[in-house]
């Protein structure tokens, strides 16, 4: 089945480490996605992540795979207020000679002082 | 700016009205799709073109009827919608050939059923 699962909602102190998780079902998935969407805004590619590996880091964000569990986090290290906004986990299914992106529901991450 | 522009950004209208929303991409992109973003719930695809055929229709109801005259545009056609049709309504586009593809979002369509 296609199910990506996330935890709703985030809150931490400015200067902290944020995580952000997700739990996908398809075990066929070869790419896993970050996206960040801003209020009014679209969804924007944050990162993303190869299905063979366990970890990708790209400045203040990292990205860690556990394949057996089907488990994806991104953590956002030195968190920002500017990095209030809503993060999506996808997965990528690769069917019928196209590329389809399973979206969990979104977390949304708030920063405070 | 991702190169994916959709007009309107903002839409009111009756039930008993007939509207269009328009997206548009110059990205060479040859997939296309419609995703419908409700309060609280995942993002739902509900379409998608690949090559300006359509590839996936997912249960959705027949009063939204989606368009691709061609590569670069899309549109979704609506008609006597309901209050629950209230959504912010994205497209996106991508290299659907290939396994890793970037999808780029359009701002969306802030829809609004009265």
């Known amino acids: 089945g296609e199910d990506v699962e996330q935890s709703l909602f985030l809150s931490v102190r400015e200067g902290d480490s944020s995580v952000i998780n997700c739990t996908y079902t398809?075990?066929?998935?070869?790419?896993l996605y970050w996206y960040k969407q801003e209020p009014g805004a679209g969804l924007q590619l944050l990162t993303y992540?190869?299905?063979?590996?366990d970890m990708k880091q790209d400045q203040r964000l990292t990205v860690l795979l556990n394949k057996k569990d089907k488990h994806l986090s991104l953590r956002i290290a030195d968190t920002q207020t500017g990095d209030s906004a809503i993060y999506f986990c996808?997965?990528?299914?690769?069917?019928?000679?196209?590329?389809?992106?399973?979206f969990g529901a979104g977390t949304r991450l708030a920063v405070h002082p | 700016e991702t190169g994916v522009t959709q007009t309107p950004r903002h839409l009111v209208m009756g039930m008993t009205n007939k509207k269009s929303l328009k997206c548009e991409q110059h990205?060479?992109?040859?997939?296309m799709y419609w995703y419908k973003q409700s309060a609280k719930k995942p993002l739902e695809l509900m379409f998608v073109?690949?090559?300006?055929?359509?590839?996936e229709n997912n249960s959705v109801p027949s009063r939204f009827s989606p368009e691709c005259p061609n590569s670069s545009h899309l549109f979704l056609h609506l008609h006597t919608l309901q209050p629950e049709d209230s959504a912010l309504y994205l497209c996106?586009?991508?290299?659907?050939?290939?396994?890793?593809?970037?999808?780029?979002f359009g701002q969306g369509t802030r829809l609004t059923v009265v």
């Open positions: 996106a586009s991508s290299q659907g050939f290939s396994a890793n593809t970037e999808a780029f």
């Open positions: 398809d075990s066929s998935s070869t790419y």
């Open positions: 992540i190869f299905s063979n590996m």
């Open positions: 996808a997965e990528s299914l690769f069917s019928g000679g196209y590329n389809k992106l399973i």
């Open positions: 990205l060479g992109h040859n997939a």
């Open positions: 073109y690949s090559l300006e055929e359509r590839v």
